[in-house]
């Protein structure tokens, strides 16, 4: 791991993947990280101590050894070099301060043990071309916050729902390129591609359809609004 920089030139060129249309480029003062055992909480660990707001994830698998938690309770951008290539296999807990933010783009969140990405009465979310796949719970779960978003991500063959609201939470879902099919792979019918569970709890789509975005999934459908929930276009 290493801070990013202009004169690191070479260090970013070694990390191009094959296709670089697709490259992102390290964000100037990020925290460079490598693929292996547990690289992500180390790197989340460092950034919070150093008082580093951004991590750059390189090419390959950042292994948290069968998906386990990694907790991110501050304000944190992750970027990954490329969403194909980027592979995070853990479940990524967002907690902190609800006035505080958390950016994940990027990169694929993979075969976590829980949940995919959680949202946990903390810091807001925000999604933008990620990938969350194979979870052994739900994909994404936003729990009672208010100001979260998702653009242009991928959300498949999870155990459980798709994307799912409790608490009282919304989350904001845009972008032609967003996708939810193929989860509820454990069978229950109480789960849906697309879930609001409970009174207050919203999923809004932005300039999107629910009928067009969340399609082939098992359980209840594709999508479903539980004890007043919401999931309407605006």
Do not use: W
Request: with cysteine; aromatic share 6%; net charge neutral.
């Amino acid at each position: 791991m290493g801070l990013c920089s202009s004169s690191n030139v070479e260090y970013q060129v070694k990390y191009q993947t094959n296709n670089p249309a697709h490259e992102i480029t390290c964000p100037e003062g990020a925290l460079c990280v490598k693929p292996g055992r547990k690289s992500l909480s180390k790197a989340v660990k460092e950034a919070k101590e150093k008082g580093i707001d951004c991590l750059f994830l390189l090419s390959g698998v950042h292994d948290e050894e069968v998906g386990e938690y990694v907790a991110i309770d501050f304000a944190l951008k992750v970027v990954g070099q490329n969403r194909d290539d980027v592979k995070i296999r853990a479940s990524l807990k967002i907690t902190g301060k609800k006035e505080e933010d958390v950016f994940l783009s990027d990169c694929t969140v993979t075969g976590a043990k829980n949940a995919g990405v959680y949202g946990d009465m903390g810091a807001s979310m925000h999604l933008k071309n990620v990938c969350v796949e194979k979870c052994g719970y739900h994909g994404v779960i936003v729990d009672s916050t208010k100001r979260n978003t998702m653009t242009d991500c991928n959300v498949n063959n999870n155990k459980s729902s798709g994307v799912i609201v409790v608490g009282g939470g919304c989350i904001t879902i845009d972008g032609s390129a967003t996708t939810i099919h193929h989860n509820c792979t454990g069978g229950s019918s109480g789960y849906y591609g697309l879930h609001a569970y409970n009174s207050s709890s919203s999923i809004h789509l932005k300039s999107l359809k629910k009928e067009s975005i969340s399609t082939n999934n098992g359980g209840g459908g594709n999508y479903g609004c539980i004890d007043g929930g919401t999931i309407k276009s605006i």
